[in-house]
């Protein structure tokens, strides 16, 4: 279970707090919710690039970067720290009303060491590498050795007292993610003599055994840099696919049938997170959200079929955040679909805080295989299908697989229900055995101004296919707000 604050001050650094079942991330005293994106890995290692950047994540309706922080670059001498890049960074992400999670790309980047400055790489004597089966070493540092972690804990602590001085009242930086998918690759463990004189002495099988050892490591940097500064981390985990064997995905990672050793031997961590590029997406937000391990998905494609998955993520499993990867390299297609949901999920944002861990909201994700959803919420059923299943949605010509829709729904009152999304059609029963019949009073579509519903237009007629459904538009994402009435 994540330790949770209960008691909040305004001003206080970021922490996580539990509401209901949910656990919430509060930021300056109030609940947040990133509407996040994480930058390609080397974009932010230039202040001049990221001069352009900044403006665009901004039109994007961004509220959080994700940002490595390149342990070569912050030590490139042994001792002798830098951290006029990541100064920048906190004063653009500042200029430009943008909240930062940091990535420490310390020991480990995708299983790799590449982010290890050259005076760890070019040391291979106090610094050893893991190594396969057969004894070649490879460039991936091994979680045996003392002088790894403690070059790795000082750096991070370091970083981490640095930030403390610079934004410890500003609070730009609002978590830290702790490595960046971290796992064996090549072999199911690390097979150094360190390695291999641990394993003779554990009851456990390979894959275990190494997770055990790679999540004390990660521990104990997440706890010298807790002990600096106290923000929230993670750690993310590169999912494995069905069928692939350990060392094929990377092993040991904080993957699902590790979560026990993971959560056991890694408290400092609060929280494991999957980065979804899966067609399964669904599945693995329900794997990840659990009791006291709430969901944040530092990484998804930017597809529409991943964008769509926001609204559920928010909906069904009170995710703590949302981050397409590669942000700053959206197409026009991929931006335009980014700009209108997170505008949408902005408004939405207080509604959305104020109901996660109550069971007062759901979420809702529909493809051509699973075209229908069933949501009990309330007095009511909500039968939930995606648009191209009714005759009258117009589609485009040719189009082969219909595409992946997604919404979310709060029940806002004992008869009414706010409905966002996109591409989803909603008739009404009623949830009780008496006979009633559910009937639709009126649907307005809307916007959430600060907080308020500012409704538009009422939508009956044609748009409501005569008062028999609800009817969220394929191509754009909106919100409408429905009265419902029950009769006999
Ligand atoms: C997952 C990693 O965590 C990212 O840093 C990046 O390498 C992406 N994969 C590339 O798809």
Redesign the pocket.
């Known amino acids: 279970m994540a330790k949770t604050k209960t008691k909040p001050k305004p001003g206080e650094i970021p922490y996580l707090k539990k509401q209901g079942e949910a656990v919430q991330l509060i930021v300056d005293g109030k609940p947040f919710m990133i509407l996040g994106g994480e930058l390609g ?1 080397s974009t932010a290692s230039s202040l001049d690039i990221m001069k352009t950047v900044w403006p665009k994540l901004e039109q994007m309706n961004l509220n959080t970067v994700l940002v490595p922080v390149y342990w070569d670059l912050i030590e490139p001498t042994e001792g002798k720290f830098d951290f006029e890049l990541l100064d920048g960074l906190l004063a653009g992400a500042r200029k430009h009303n943008l909240r930062l999670v940091l990535l420490w790309f310390g020991s480990w ?2 299983s790799m060491s590449c982010y290890a400055p050259q005076w760890i790489k070019a040391d291979q004597k106090r610094f050893p590498r893991a190594r396969l089966k057969n004894g070649q070493a490879v460039e991936i540092l091994s979680a045996f050795s003392k002088a790894n972690l403690d070059a790795d804990i000082k750096a991070f602590a370091t970083l981490m007292r640095h930030l403390r001085k610079e934004d410890g009242k500003k609070h730009t930086v609002i978590m830290i993610q702790v490595e ?2 971290i796992g064996m690759l090549g072999a199911v463990r690390d097979f150094c003599d360190l390695a291999n004189k641990a394993f003779k002495q554990s009851p456990e099988d390979d894959e275990i055994f190494m997770a055990r050892h790679y999540a004390r490591y990660v521990n104990q940097v997440a706890a010298a840099g807790k002990a600096e500064y106290s923000l929230p981390m993670y750690v ?1 985990a ?1 999912l494995n696919k069905t069928g692939q064997k350990p060392g094929e995905y990377p092993s040991a990672g904080p993957l699902l049938h590790l979560y026990d050793v993971w959560r056991a031997e890694a408290s400092k961590i609060d929280f494991l997170s999957p ?1 979804i ?1 899966h067609p399964v997406f669904e599945e693995w937000c329900a794997g990840y959200h659990k009791s006291g391990n709430p969901l944040f998905i530092p ?1 998804a494609g930017r597809g529409t079929e991943n964008i769509a998955g926001v609204f559920y993520a928010f909906g069904q499993h009170d995710a703590i955040g949302f981050s397409p ?1 590669a942000i700053e390299a959206v197409s026009e297609v991929e931006k335009g679909i980014i700009v209108e949901s997170y505008d949408v999920l902005s408004q939405l944002s207080s509604l959305i805080l104020a109901n996660q861990g109550k069971g007062t909201m759901s979420g809702v994700s529909l493809n051509e295989e699973n075209q229908t959803q069933k949501v009990k919420l309330g007095k009511y059923v909500l039968n939930v299908s995606h648009g191209y299943t009714f005759e009258w949605t117009p589609r485009p010509a040719g189009i082969e697989t219909w595409p992946k829709v997604g919404g979310l729904i709060i029940s806002t009152g004992t008869d009414e229900y706010i409905i966002a999304g996109c591409g989803l059609i909603v008739n009404f029963s009623s949830n009780s055995e008496s006979g009633e019949i559910a009937g639709i009073a009126n649907i307005q579509e809307g916007k959430i101004i600060n907080g308020k519903w500012q409704g538009g237009k009422w939508l009956s007629g044609d748009q409501s296919h005569q008062g028999r459904h609800l009817n969220l538009s394929v191509d754009k994402f909106s919100i409408q707000r429905v009265k419902l009435y029950q009769y006999r």
């Open positions: 890995n980047k995708n960046n998918e993310n590169a980065d590029y990484e990867f």
